[in-house]
């Protein structure tokens, strides 16, 4: 749906002894189709962000796999408005994922953590911990092809880590440990298969991160206050729908950066 963009994401159907879905963010007119044509044995979410979780309600009667970190609030909609956007924002959420993505609650039925291994068959995928992106992120690794399900490490031109909980500099460990699988295939949640020149395009996602740096010590040399920041908006760029919720996100991001920027001396 929509080519994999936000606010819907790629979503993964695995054919073996077991059917298994990992993501559901893909359109709830797709996941119906699925459900219809498809024996799905069980759901996997990569983590809890609701572009990748909106359709679990179409496959609520199998079991759904959540990462053990966001458990707890991933079957809540107010929980994870908290977690996503703040008390001041969170109705605004509510009201956006419901809308956009045709978010329901629904509660997953069992956890998994970095000791998990999926097997599926023929299939098995390793579970990767992988934070900085949300504090529950996943990634999962198919050894015998060298295949890696990256999800929102997703070698777009936009690395994203806009939540309190979020942290640029686990953000590029994280980048760090992909690259060094040396995978042969990359399935990216919002950008799709990528198969060459893959320890460039980690590099090239890495250094839009340090880029941001350099683009804020550029606005910063005359003096600007956080909110003169923002609404240069010198990471999204514009806001270009749901004003508020972007700017929120914009903030966490520009304070992530200041604060490393901070600490090395350099603002």
């Known amino acids: 749906m929509n080519g994999g963009r936000f ?6 159907l695995i054919l073996d002894k077991e059917v298994v879905l990992i ?8 996941l119906k189709q699925i459900r219809r044509r498809c024996s799905v ?12 979780s909106a359709g679990n309600w179409v496959f609520r009667d ?3 796999f959540a990462p053990k970190e966001g458990f707890s609030t991933s079957r809540d909609l107010i929980a994870l408005s908290r977690r996503f956007a703040g ?9 956006f994922v419901k809308n956009q993505m045709g978010f329901r609650n629904c509660r997953p039925t069992n956890s998994y953590s970095r000791r998990t291994r ?26 015998s ?25 686990e953000f590029k460990k994280s980048v760090r440990r992909l690259k060094a699988l040396s995978p042969k295939v990359v399935v990216s949640s919002h950008r799709g298969i990528v198969t060459s020149n893959i320890d460039e395009e980690f590099d090239d996602y890495c250094k839009i991160m340090d880029e941001r740096d350099h683009r804020l010590l550029s606005l910063l040399e005359n003096g600007k206050t956080l909110d003169q920041l923002i609404e240069l908006a010198p990471i999204y760029g514009k806001f270009p729908y749901a004003k508020p919720l972007l ?21």
């Open 247 to 267: 700017q929120y996100w914009e903030s966490q991001m520009i304070k992530k950066h200041l604060k490393q920027l901070r600490l090395n001396g350099k603002a």
């Open 145 to 169: 092809e060298r295949i890696l399900f990256s999800f929102d490490y997703d070698l777009t031109g936009f690395p994203w880590y806009g939540h309190e909980e979020s942290d640029v500099v």
């Open 62 to 64: 199998r079991p759904i």
């Open 7 to 12: 606010p819907y994401s790629h979503s993964i």
């Open 118 to 143: 999926f097997d599926f068959g023929e299939v098995t995928l390793e579970a990767i911990f992988t934070p900085g992106h949300t504090k529950d992120h996943y990634c999962f690794y198919e050894p």
């Open 87 to 95: 008390e001041d924002l969170a109705s605004t959420w509510q009201e």
């Open 23 to 30: 993501d559901t963010g893909c359109g709830i007119g797709i």
């Open 41 to 52: 044995d069980y759901v996997i979410n990569s983590h809890t962000h609701p572009d990748h």
